[in-house]
């Protein structure tokens, strides 16, 4: 299968997406702060290359029309950069995390427990909601939009005739930035897939894939066992390979066979189970007890806590408790408010919707749900609306723009009734504006949804400012 993917890919052609690897942010042309140097990329001429001290926007803006493909899976070209870079080991220890679900709240966890620890982090996850700055966090924070730019100048610099996507020029960035951190530990969050994917250039000390469920499948393969092989792909010899999907496909522990990869599966060699106190984990090193719900989904929580664990840092049991308990990460099952209760989740596929539905259930039932939705039209829509439909009352569809973006009345032909609004913004608005005190607003089905609200919720503190 694998040698049939990169010929499919090899020879598909450019697909019309936002330029990231998932659902990452436009950006407009801002013509300042530009080179006079000329570039071509054989597909059409630059003459205008930002420097190191232009705006982040003129930056991104650049990206996006630097390549001819807004999703281009390879290693080749990216990894010649980075060599040039040197940044193809960007701290001591790596962790890399793929899966279908759950790769950002793994991540998050893993760093919440090392900054504990008392260990210098890095994190690189994607897509952003609200700010490109938050795909690299140092040490838990943001970084200012001039060390991205420095970066992005960097990196500009050294790649010659090369091209690159929007995602690998973000991953270089990354990678740079954290080189000039010096950094104790480094964690990468695998953007589309995991053989293919520019974060699979650096080589994993440890290596994890969270879940395994169908997206993106017009580039990974029509079915799980397909998935997992691709994502199996950042496995390494003699390294670990932690699994926290229980159900795991077959391709995925022949990749580590075929790797030699060290295999920990959820429920084989580490598991964990729930009571209203607390959670308990085990592994081969022994028992954890009483450890403190987290605030993010349980099954990240366990599958960071045994990543953790496979890679023998030293972290004392207390750094895991404040670790787990800090945990956070916004649109995730994000509670902002109460009466009306406002809940933010960016689950876009039946997996992470079927997740959302167990976790409202578990709310106290005090009045109504009313769901904010908006989705993009190559995701399965019929599929995580029946996910949602049996907890969702009132329905407030929403279009996302773009080419990939589903309109208000594809998302009504899928339900039994509801609403459609001219955008975002407005569904919410309504939704707030109808929810009684005892009430849920659930917005959902999009990184770009929560984002739009977000946004909306910020411009109404500042006076739309």
């Known amino acids: 299968m694998s040698r049939m993917l990169a010929r499919r890919l090899r020879h598909r052609p450019v697909r019309k997406a936002k330029p990231d690897n998932t659902e990452g942010q436009g950006h407009q042309a801002l013509p300042f702060c530009f080179s006079n140097r000329t570039l071509s990329t054989g597909i059409m001429d630059i003459k205008r290359i930002p420097q190191a001290t232009s705006p982040l926007a003129a930056w991104l803006s650049y990206l996006e029309n630097l390549h001819s493909k807004t999703i281009d899976l390879g290693l080749e070209r990216v990894s010649q950069v980075a060599a040039r870079l040197d940044v193809l080991r960007p701290a001591p220890f ?46 838990g924070e943001e ?34 930035l954290f080189k000039q951190a010096q950094l104790d530990v480094v964690i990468l969050e695998v953007g589309l897939g995991g053989r293919l994917d520019a974060t699979n250039m650096v080589d994993a000390d440890v290596a994890v894939v969270t879940s395994i469920a169908l997206d993106h ?15 199996a792909g950042v496995f390494r010899g003699g390294k670990p390979a932690v699994v926290g999907e229980p159900d795991m496909p077959q391709s995925i522990a022949e990749v580590a066979q075929e790797k030699g990869a060290h295999l920990l599966r959820r429920d084989v060699d580490w598991d964990y189970d729930v009571n209203a106190q607390g959670w308990r984990f085990r592994d081969a090193q022994g028992e954890l007890t009483n450890l403190p719900l987290p605030q993010v989904p349980q099954p990240n929580a366990a599958t960071a806590l045994a990543a953790l664990r496979a890679s023998k840092l030293t972290v004392s049991e207390q750094a895991i408790r404040d670790g787990i308990a800090g ?97 975002v913004a407005q569904a919410w608005q309504a939704a707030m504006a109808d929810a009684d005190a005892n009430d849920t607003v659930l917005v959902c089905g999009s990184f770009h949804t929560v984002a739009h609200v977000m946004e909306a919720m910020d411009a109404g503190r500042t006076g739309g400012k």
């Open 94 to 139: 790596v962790f890399t995390v793929a899966g279908t679900n759950g790769k950002g709240t793994t991540c998050r966890t893993l760093e919440s427990i090392l900054l504990a620890a008392g260990y210098r982090v890095g994190v690189y996850s994607s897509p952003h909601l609200v700010r490109y700055t938050e795909r690299v966090r140092i040490q």
């Open 143 to 176: 970084l200012a939009e001039s060390e991205h730019t420095r970066s992005f100048a960097e990196i500009e610099a050294v790649r010659g005739d090369i091209s690159l996507s929007y995602f690998e020029y973000g991953t270089l960035s990354a990678l740079w």
């Open 217 to 231: 499948t017009d580039w990974l393969g029509p079915d799980r066992e397909s998935i997992g092989r691709e994502k």
């Open 327 to 423: 945990a956070i990460l916004p649109g995730r099952f994000q509670i902002v408010s109460e009466s009306p209760r406002l809940i933010l989740d960016v689950a876009h596929n039946p997996h992470a919707a079927g997740y959302l539905a167990s976790r409202l259930a578990t709310l106290p039932k005090k009045g109504r749900v009313l769901a904010v939705i908006g989705m993009l039209h190559d995701k399965d829509i019929a599929g995580t609306l029946a996910c949602l439909e049996p907890v969702v009352d009132s329905w407030y569809c929403a279009p996302l723009e773009g080419p990939r973006g589903a309109t208000a009345e594809q998302l009504l032909e899928h339900l039994n009734s509801g609403r459609a609004w001219p955008d």
